[in-house]
């Protein structure tokens, strides 16, 4: 049969990579998960004081990558140790290494906090008053994960690093198998990672949904979630590549889903509308059926709004399908890994296809009545499956779902997706030269300057109110960067004439790019806590801590 249908190309697995707690290869995280071992366990490399766990899934055993990357000497960032080391695995696995040119191999990353613990390592020499590497700010960006993968291992295609909060490591795998499909990639390395870190813990502390015992997703008398770190990587190729190399195929890349609730800034829509549609759309794309998918890999974080809305959309996703399936949450093993969750939860996906098992939800006590699917509890049990999916669903109602197909389960590609012509109807610009696109060409072409100089620096600063799009309540919350992205998002709709409706608003997508991210909001809360000590926020935490704690909200 053709590899190719019409101009996309099917999409498979040939190496996988992982570190996680419960070790350092995929093989130890295999066989752990699927033994239901809990890698929760109390924290060694972070000081816990004050925050209402002792616990996560940490790292243990640190392996050290044999690739480098630019950095001051002396200091490592464990989020691109994690990430070369799992991509290492990956590349020595995949087989396809030399038989794909350099400029034929892609790379997509997923991260949530990426050089964050680069940042405050920064930072702080700088409230010191001690000399600060400025390498430490170049391993801040997302970006910058992509970047050290590309030249670790002399990768010349496309270079990647997405950023969507807890969906980012599925969102990376979906993104990669595009590449691959629409002929921008032969292979992709792909995948997730992300750190532990004070600053990290200390804000799920502050939404109050930290457990202090491991994740009990499901469970009635659940807690809350448990945190993790480490990294996943796949090597994903084109199928005919595969093929004629006689290379290993762990599974396929079938489809893929994504949509966003639109709903609140932590936790998920109630009905879990929207991340049915990602479930929906994940089969679509790949041509598969509800009641051929057998297991469901679930975001399963243990809150209590996570875990009932994602039953429903679990159920609203697959219909009467849902009754069927297998459903389980290996973050009950290793807690959430934030931008790698998408990741590992993957590779558990891509190993039960190829073992034809179902691993289980551990720590699964007596079941919540609001969540009533087959959540395989505490033991693994064999399950014969050609298709299952994973689903991660994120803060602010970012939802992605990937299909994936045991190797050799389908003769033909997924279906060619009936595209249209894209085109371009609305623009916005905000700028030194002005924020409306008369003010902006006007500057242009009278070659008019728009900087100023500023303590030695030449320095372009937007001149914007923005109160005709949001209120002072709603400004209070954001930072600028914020402010520019919604009312820059405000007038190019409103340029290409387009209003929000119910009728359309599961049609309109939105996609954002950032060099920095709002750094400006990130300085203020280590500036304060830094300033002011780690004894003031013990204090504070532990006055939290002896209230009743409010149920959880869902990353």
């Known amino acids: 049969m053709p590899e190719q249908t019409g101009e996309t190309f099917r999409v498979v697995v040939t190496g996988l990579g992982a570190i996680t707690a419960q070790g350092p290869t995929v093989q130890a995280f295999w066989e752990n998960v699927r033994d239901g071992k809990v890698a929760i366990r109390p924290v060694e490399q972070v000081p816990m004081e004050g925050f209402r766990t ?35 695995e990956a590349m020595d696995a995949c087989g396809c290494r030399d038989l794909v040119p350099a400029e034929r191999w892609g790379v997509v990353i997923g991260t949530c906090n990426a050089g964050l613990i680069s940042a405050e390592e920064w930072y702080k020499k700088i409230l010191a008053g001690e000399p600060a590497d400025p390498q430490l700010l170049l391993l801040n960006p997302p970006q910058a994960i992509a970047e050290a993968l590309s030249g670790a291992f002399g990768l010349k295609g496309p270079a990647v690093s997405i950023d969507t909060a807890c969906a980012a490591g599925a969102n990376a795998i979906g993104y990669a198998a595009d590449l691959i499909r629409y002929g921008h990639a032969d292979a992709v390395l792909t995948g997730g990672s992300d750190a532990l870190s004070d600053i990290l813990i200390a804000g799920f502390n502050s939404l109050e949904s930290l457990s202090p015992n491991p994740a009990a997703p499901y469970s009635k008398d659940r807690t809350g979630l448990s945190l993790g770190e480490g990294s996943g990587m796949v090597v994903l190729v084109r199928g005919d590549i595969a093929r004629k190399a006689g290379l290993h195929m762990y599974a396929e890349v079938a489809g893929y889903g994504l949509s966003a609730d639109g709903y609140h800034a932590t936790a998920p829509h109630p009905e879990g509308i929207g991340a049915a549609r990602a479930i929906r759309t994940a089969l679509r ?21 996570n875990d009932p809305a994602e039953t429903r959309a679990t159920r609203v996703g697959l219909g009467e399908a849902a009754n069927k399936v297998a459903v389980s949450s290996t973050k009950s093993m290793v807690g959430h890994l934030l931008g790698a969750a998408g990741a590992v939860e993957g590779i558990i996906t891509i190993k039960a296809l190829e073992q034809q098992i179902a691993p289980p939800t551990a720590n699964f006590t007596e079941p919540d009545p609001e969540c009533d699917l087959d959540y395989v509890p505490n033991k693994a049990r064999p399950l014969q499956m050609d298709f299952a999916i994973s689903n991660n669903f994120a803060f602010g109602g970012a939802n992605a779902c990937v299909a994936f197909a045991r190797a050799g389960a389908r003769d033909t590609a997924p279906p060619r997706p009936d595209c249209d012509r894209a085109v371009v109807t609305g623009i916005a610009a905000l700028t030194p030269a002005g924020c409306t696109l008369d003010e902006v060409w006007s500057a242009f072409a009278s070659e008019k300057p728009a900087i100023q100089a500023e303590d030695g620096l030449r320095i372009g600063r937007v001149n914007l109110d923005p109160g005709a799009y949001l209120s002072p309540r709603d400004r209070r919350r954001m930072d600028r960067l914020g402010i520019f992205a919604v009312v820059a998002a405000h007038m190019a709709l409103a340029d290409a004439g387009i209003e929000i409706t119910d009728q359309n608003k599961e049609r309109v997508g939105c996609m954002f790019g950032t060099g920095v991210g709002p750094w400006r909001a990130w300085r203020t809360s280590p500036n304060r806590s830094l300033r002011k000590g780690r004894r003031r926020r013990t204090r504070r935490s532990s006055r939290i801590r002896s209230t009743t704690p409010r149920p959880g909200r869902s990353p």
């Open 54 to 88: 002792r616990i996560a899934g940490e790292v243990k055993e640190r392996v050290l990558p044999k690739h480098d990357y630019r950095r001051p000497e002396g200091f490592r960032d464990p989020v691109f140790d994690f990430a070369l080391k799992a991509a290492e």
């Open 285 to 305: 794309m790949g041509g598969v059926s509800p009641d051929q998918g057998r297991y469901v890999n679930s975001h399963g974080t243990g809150t209590a709004k």
